[in-house]
């Protein structure tokens, strides 16, 4: 029995290996080709230092002064005396080129739609079936999308979870004048290839063992569509709610897509925030941060996930200091008006 493992790396690549049951987490790397820096092979250099952020393993031999009791808390690990026992995803905070773990996956997918969810938002549809192997991704992550015949690529993350027959759906915004948005509205067609890197991004959904709050600013919200289908998927009974801000109504999309996750999720809630909304606008007004439940949040320990503009994931910081909670961690992933992404994690 083998289990898929996922090594994520503080250049915000990812690479996907197969270990063994009990296999040791470096051996089935280097047998991968992805060469863990060590050194004792012992557990006591520390050299290997790496974190477990989901799935089951056990660990042999740990020096104290490799990784106090706190560490092995925080579920920090020594690669050389890791035996994987499910699938997991694990964190490295050095440069994948330092292990010649090489490039992120490159494959060419066929555009099936492009469907208009709001007056500038597109949910682009593309068929990467003829890879011939399921992309796999954690949930949360993105790609680079080389927009055709432009020489350029931008950065979108996925609107779903892997799935085996790769069909791949991206939520994108569509300004008045850029690279991408140019292409969708004047230039793309069905039966167009299109040619995507991944997986990218250390932003993605952790192990789920607490109340989850996720924020999203306008297509931040794609990062958890992937989420939420995953915890759809596994069943999840955990606390999750979403706050969902745009500027204005009709900046709001796949709300039924949002409404059906309530059928599957049992404590799923869905909070629609609108900064500008008009007249006729009944639901919640203003910034997110301003409709966070400070008590709530206060009573018990979550996972906080941020994805959207700078000044939405600025904002909510902000409010977390003010509030002075403690018990928390923070994930959080920044839109730039550049061909990438900016993606950050913290743990308070």
């Given at each position: 029995?083998?289990?898929?493992?996922?090594?994520?790396?503080?250049?915000?690549?990812?690479?996907?290996?197969?270990?063994?049951?009990?296999?040791?987490?470096?051996?089935?790397?280097?047998?991968?080709?992805?060469?863990?820096?060590?050194?004792?092979?012992?557990?006591?250099?520390?050299?290997?230092?790496?974190?477990?952020?989901?799935?089951?393993?056990?660990?042999?031999?740990?020096?104290?002064?490799?990784?106090?009791?706190?560490?092995?808390?925080?579920?920090?690990?020594?690669?050389?005396?890791?035996?994987?026992?499910?699938?997991?995803?694990?964190?490295?905070?050095?440069?994948?080129?330092?292990?010649?773990?090489?490039?992120?996956?490159?494959?060419?997918?066929?555009?099936?739609?492009?469907?208009?969810?709001?007056?500038?938002?597109?949910?682009?549809?593309?068929?990467a079936s003829a890879n011939g192997q399921t992309l796999q991704f954690l949930p949360g992550q993105y790609a680079h999308l080389y927009v055709p015949d432009t020489g350029t690529y931008r950065s979108y993350s996925f609107a779903h979870c892997p799935n085996t027959?790769?069909?791949?759906?991206?939520?994108?915004?569509?300004?008045?004048?850029?690279?991408?948005?140019?292409?969708?509205?004047?230039?793309?067609?069905?039966?167009?290839?299109?040619?995507?890197?991944?997986?990218?991004?250390?932003?993605?959904?952790?192990?789920?063992?607490?109340?989850?709050?996720?924020?999203?600013?306008?297509?931040?919200?794609?990062?958890?569509?992937?989420?939420?289908?995953?915890?759809?998927?596994?069943?999840?009974a955990l606390l999750i709610h979403l706050y969902y801000g745009v500027n204005h109504e009709q900046d709001l999309c796949e709300l039924e897509r949002l409404q059906a996750y309530s059928d599957r999720l049992p404590?799923?809630?869905?909070?629609?925030?609108?900064?500008?909304?008009?007249?006729?606008?009944?639901?919640?007004?203003?910034?997110?941060?301003?409709?966070?439940?400070?008590?709530?949040?206060?009573?018990?320990?979550?996972?906080?996930?941020?994805?959207?503009?700078?000044?939405?994931?600025?904002?909510?910081?902000?409010?977390?200091?003010?509030?002075?909670?403690?018990?928390?961690?923070?994930?959080?992933?920044?839109?730039?008006?550049?061909?990438?992404?900016?993606?950050?994690?913290?743990?308070?």
């Amino acid at each position: 029995m083998g289990h898929a493992v996922a090594l994520n790396f503080a250049d915000g690549k990812t690479f996907f290996i197969q270990v063994k049951h009990n296999e040791l987490l470096v051996d089935a790397a280097m047998r991968q080709g992805i060469k863990i820096p060590i050194d004792c092979r012992e557990g006591v250099c520390g050299t290997c230092q790496g974190q477990c952020e989901s799935g089951l393993y056990e660990l042999d031999y740990v020096d104290e002064d490799a990784l106090s009791e706190r560490d092995l808390a925080e579920r920090k690990i020594l690669a050389c005396q890791t035996k994987v026992q499910s699938n997991a995803a694990f964190y490295f905070d050095h440069h994948s080129h330092i292990c010649h773990a090489g490039d992120s996956q490159k494959i060419a997918a066929v555009v099936k739609s492009v469907q208009w969810v709001s007056p500038n938002t597109a949910v682009l549809k593309v068929d990467a079936s003829a890879n011939g192997q399921t992309l796999q991704f954690l949930p949360g992550q993105y790609a680079h999308l080389y927009v055709p015949d432009t020489g350029t690529y931008r950065s979108y993350s996925f609107a779903h979870c892997p799935n085996t027959d790769n069909q791949l759906q991206f939520l994108i915004r569509i300004l008045p004048s850029g690279v991408m948005s140019d292409y969708l509205r004047e230039r793309c067609q069905v039966g167009q290839t299109i040619l995507l890197e991944a997986p990218l991004g250390s932003f993605y959904l952790r192990e789920a063992e607490r109340p989850l709050v996720f924020v999203a600013g306008g297509t931040g919200l794609s990062a958890f569509l992937g989420m939420l289908d995953d915890l759809a998927a596994a069943d999840c009974a955990l606390l999750i709610h979403l706050y969902y801000g745009v500027n204005h109504e009709q900046d709001l999309c796949e709300l039924e897509r949002l409404q059906a996750y309530s059928d599957r999720l049992p404590n799923f809630e869905c909070h629609l925030v609108v900064s500008e909304g008009s007249e006729s606008w009944t639901g919640k007004r203003g910034y997110v941060h301003a409709h966070l439940p400070r008590e709530s949040l206060a009573a018990a320990a979550f996972d906080m996930y941020l994805c959207g503009p700078p000044p939405m994931i600025e904002a909510v910081k902000t409010w977390l200091d003010e509030q002075g909670l403690q018990d928390y961690r923070l994930y959080s992933e920044k839109f730039v008006p550049s061909n990438v992404n900016t993606a950050n994690t913290e743990s308070v």
